[in-house]
């Protein structure tokens, strides 16, 4: 008994904590279902998904957390074969870039997107410059710039699980697929990427939960031109204090994140499931 | 013999060329940044016009920004060091005995870091202005250790759960309370792993932007 109860002191200051934190979260799915009586009401709601600004926002940010997962899988994975498969040098040179990467400073990154993408950027100045094209392309302040912003943001929340996957699975099986007279794609397609799914699934998660309630990186990039829902809870709760609006607007965040990480899941025990 | 086979494989090869083209793309904006911060002109243009050490000094002639700075730090150290000091006390609690809900109590613990930022700061800030808290001070460092614990906890734990728990029933064994032996022999050898907990918190906390842009005027902390 002796035991238990010590248990029970250690973990409480770390449960108070969180049931802190939950504690908050919860009243903000409180303050999203009663109106400013305080009687239950579904008004923030019914402005929220009536409001055609609002769902223009809520459904782009889907897609383009989407489409930024995808760019991110399809860039990221070759790293991460990079990372687990070539000499140590080189492998410990990728993992200082994406370290430093994951590292830096999120402002400081997304200031260096606004200095390379600006109009005067270094893109537009060396694209001017050579002459292929006779004013500045726009290349921030709207969609392309988050993309951009947002797929350099969360490249190594997508490289990291994977290589970890990568680096437990053994070498051996490609090698036999390969005397059994497979070609090297083929191996690699065949037997690595299947092998490699739950490391994918766990980036994917990563990526797209942070792609879709970003709020910097549409902040900046976007310039308040081309918004993302977090920027819709911001600047429904701090600059017009409408607290039940940007509750709402949360509530629907949260609810649709958690979706995609069960969807997620499940696929991955499917997948577990099918492979026995 | 993991590199035997892959060194020489075409593939890899080509992965690696892909692997160090996007990083050099993704890593750029920040030497970008860096270099511009040494420019002469006031037009922040890249490459710069000129040479100077001018943005600096001028930093230094701006207290809201050194005491920003200041203010970052503080918060950054003293919240790392609540998560670090319940880190590894929960973690050692979640390691060494086994007890029903362990799973449970863990995903609990965890949970912060499935919930978007946007909605923590939101979060936050609809509770203390329900409770009427006015201490910025102490809102951001709950704020602060609520965002660093999960990452602490997860560090500290994967390494209490690599180590050998044969190590501490032998101190035990041979007459150490569990208290000296968890001073004896567990805490040197979480070492490593507290350093590596130590920077994860601090860049994380220093690093904040979203939630603890919710919290505060603007200009409080230093990326704010």
Known sequence: MKSRLGLLLLLLPA???????????????????????????????RSFLGDERYMTILLRSVWIAFYVTVICLVLGYPIAIAMSRSSRTVASLITLALAIQFFSIYVVKMYGWMLILGNNGVVNRMLVGSGLVSSPVKLMYNELGVAIGLTAAALPLMVFPINAVLQTISLRYEEAALSLGAGRLRALLTITLPLSVPGILSGVILTFVFCFAAYLTPGLLGGGFFKMIGNVIYEQAVARFNYSLAAASAAITLVISLFAVVAVNKASQAFAGGRR | MRTGAGSRDPLTTLATVIAFVVLFVATFPLFVTAITAFNATNETVFPPNGWSLRWFRNIARQPELVQAAGFSLVLAVVSSAISISLGVVSAVALTRRKFFGRDLIDAFLMSPLLVPQVILGLSF???????????????LLFLHVVITFPYALRVIRSSLTRMNPKLEEAAVGLGASSLKSFFLVTFPQMRPSLFVAIFFCFVVSFDNFTATAFLTVSGATLPV
């Open chain 1, 15 to 45: 449960l108070g904590l969180i049931a802190g934190f939950l504690t908050a979260l919860t009243s903000v799915l409180v303050m999203s279902v009663v109106d400013s009586s305080g009687a239950l009401s579904l008004e923030s709601y």
């Open chain 2, 125 to 139: 800030l609809v509770f203390f202005v329900r409770v009427g808290s006015r201490q910025p001070f102490l809102n």
